[in-house]
């Protein structure tokens, strides 16, 4: 789990204050009607925790960027976060308003966020109405991270989490939700969190052609030793350490002592591996340099990620 403090922190437009004495969270759409919930009002549902990682899909672009410049932020390895959260389930706040899970029209339920930009637009997303409904799913609406109130960069006081889904749909001080045959007309739904194959540029991207990302591969990572780094064998071995998912999506620290021209995990069932190339030859691994740590992707449309350091 990753402490609030140091849990990564992505804001795209100012971060609002919001009182809980006068929050409001507004329902509207297809097939409900329209609900205006108080803070107090979500403790009648039942409360669930749930442990689940955001990842922004902007994570490792500074190693995307070696292959071909990406715009965005140029993060490194750790735009990614673990943490349990905790609040009412998404489906329970939903079917209490109406919606049935075969509502007819119903394909994508929109969130905003109570920050604005300065035309007075709030930040929005959307999910499909298949993993949002999911009668045995959970997407909830967080009041608590690790146990203790959402802090205010990171939603206070609703958010909704979406596990296994790119941290730009998990929608921070969550304003509205509405039921809707169609995506987020938001800027971030439309034009931005998009992937595209490398022969496309900014001079030939067209936004509308591709999908908004969703599900996002979880990617495992090498802490240590850090790009860069020098590093001095042991016994011909290096230590590397980091994290890695299992199939089964539990989470496993990983103490590597491989060398090869890679080192990969020594559990053959793991279903990643984090390649590490060392720049100098196997014969000369004395004060080699660790340069770019790879991870190959997971199966993409994974549903569920749970717990990833
Ligand atoms: N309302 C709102 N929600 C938001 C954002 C935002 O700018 N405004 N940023 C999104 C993005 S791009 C990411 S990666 C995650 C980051 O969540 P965190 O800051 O809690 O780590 O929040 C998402 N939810
Ligand atoms: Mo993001």
Known sequence: MVVVDLFYVRNHLPVPEVDPATYELEISGIGVKEVVLKLKDLDKYKTYTITAAIQCAGNRRSEMSKV?????????????????????????????????????GVHHIQFEGLDTDPANVPYGASIPIEKAMDPNGDVILATKMNGQPLSRDHGFPVRVIVPGVVGARNVKWLGKIVVSG??????????????????????????????????????????DPIEGESVTLRDGKLKVRGELLRDNFQQVRVTCLFLDTFITSFDPRLPILSVCHLQKLKADYEGCMISTCVSRLMAPLIQNVYAII
Request: hydrophobic fraction near 35%.
């Open 182 to 223: 169609e995506e987020s007309k938001s800027h971030w739904q439309q034009n931005d969190y998009k992937g595209f194959c490398p022969s496309v540029d900014w001079d030939t991207v067209d936004f509308s052609k591709a999908p908004a990302i969703q599900e996002l591969p979880v990617i495992s990572g090498i802490c």
């Open 68 to 104: 071909k410049p990406v715009k965005g932020l140029n993060w490194g390895q750790a735009a990614i976060g673990n943490a349990e959260w905790s609040g009412p389930r998404l489906y329970d706040v939903l079917t209490d308003a109406g919606l049935k899970v075969d509502q007819p």
